[in-house]
C-alpha cells in the first residue's frame, strides 16, 4: 500500500502561542505513543502561517517525521516582490512542502496555470516537495467537466518535468464547490470519477493524491476507501489537536485493515 498523507493547511489562523500548542501537543503524541515516529505507513504533514513556521519546526525538531510546509511562495529566488516570500526563505524558516495554486490563491490574488508551473518548479529546484491543489467550480461540475478540467489544472503546472521530478509532487484534489465553511461535502460517488482520471494519468508517478473538502471524523475512512486516494488535506477538522490526532488513527486503522 502506498504511504498514506495526512495534512492540515491553518490558513490565516493561530497566534504564535496556539500554533506552539498544537506543534507540541503533536510532537508530545508522537513520542508517547509512537516513540517520536510517525504511525507507520502515515505521512503527517502541517502547513501553518509563516509567521508560524519556525516556531514550529523549532518545536517538532529538526529530525521530526511530520513534514512542515508553507501556503504559498514566490517563484524567483530573489527580487523587488514586496510581501512576497521565495522558496529558499521558507526554506530557511523549516519549510520542507509549498503549497501551490489553492483556489483561495486563484480566486483573490491572480494564480494561474502559468504560475503554479513556475512555483512548482522552483520548489522541487530547491528540494521542497510541491503540493499542487486543483479543483473546478460548481459550474464546471454541474456541466459534466470536473474531469477534464482539473486534468488540465494538473498537466499544465507539471509541465515539462522529468519522471524523477513529478514523483516528488503531491497532487491534492479539492473541488471548490466542497472546501470552505459553506462548502457541501462531497458524496463517495461524486468522487470516484474524477480521482479514476486522476489516477489513470498519475498514480505511481507522483508522490500522493489527496483528497480535501470538508473532510471531517465522520466521513474519513470512506475517503480514503475511494480507489486512487492515498491521503487527505483537512482544514477545520484538525484545527484542533484532538481532530487531528483521531485523523491519524483513522488513517492508521486504514493501513492495518
Known amino acids: 500500500m502506498n504511504t498514506i498523507w495526512i495534512g492540515t493547511s491553518w490558513k490565516m489562523t493561530k497566534t504564535l502561542a496556539e500554533g506552539r500548542e498544537w506543534a507540541t501537543g503533536l510532537r508530545g503524541h508522537l513520542e508517547s505513543a509512537h516513540d517520536g515516529r510517525a504511525p507507520a505507513g502515515i505521512q503527517p504533514f502541517i ?61 483573490h490574488f491572480g494564480e494561474t496555470v502559468e504560475t503554479t508551473r513556475l512555483k512548482v518548479a522552483a520548489a522541487l529546484r530547491h528540494g521542497l516537495t ?14 459534466g467537466g470536473s474531469s477534464a478540467f482539473i486534468l488540465d489544472q494538473a498537466a ?24 470552505g465553511e459553506k462548502g457541501r461535502p462531497a458524496t463517495i460517488e461524486e468522487l470516484i470519477e474524477p480521482f479514476a482520471a486522476l489516477g489513470a494519468e498519475y498514480t505511481g508517478r507522483v508522490a500522493g493524491l489527496l483528497y480535501g473538502g470538508s473532510v471531517n471524523l465522520d466521513n474519513a475512512a470512506d475517503l480514503l476507501g475511494i480507489e486512487h486516494v492515498n491521503g487527505l488535506f483537512v482544514g477545520r477538522t484538525a484545527w484542533k489537536l484532538e481532530g487531528y490526532l483521531e485523523l491519524l488513527r483513522i488513517a492508521a486503522a486504514h493501513v492495518a485493515g
Open 47 to 107: 502547513i501553518p502561517s509563516f509567521t508560524a513556521t519556525t516556531t514550529v519546526r523549532g518545536i517538532l525538531g529538526e529530525d521530526s517525521p511530520v513534514l512542515l510546509g508553507v501556503q504559498n511562495a514566490h517563484w524567483e529566488d530573489a527580487g523587488a516582490w514586496t510581501g512576497e516570500v521565495s522558496v529558499p526563505q521558507a526554506k530557511d524558516a523549516g519549510a520542507q512542502l509549498v503549497e501551490i495554486g489553492h483556489s483561495e490563491r486563484r480566486e
Open 130 to 143: 510541491p503540493l499542487l491543489c486543483i479543483g473546478e467550480s460548481a459550474e464546471v461540475k454541474e456541466a
Open 156 to 179: 499544465g503546472a507539471l509541465e515539462g518535468l522529468s519522471a524523477d521530478e513529478l514523483s516528488r509532487v503531491v497532487i491534492a484534489y479539492e473541488p471548490i464547490w466542497a472546501i
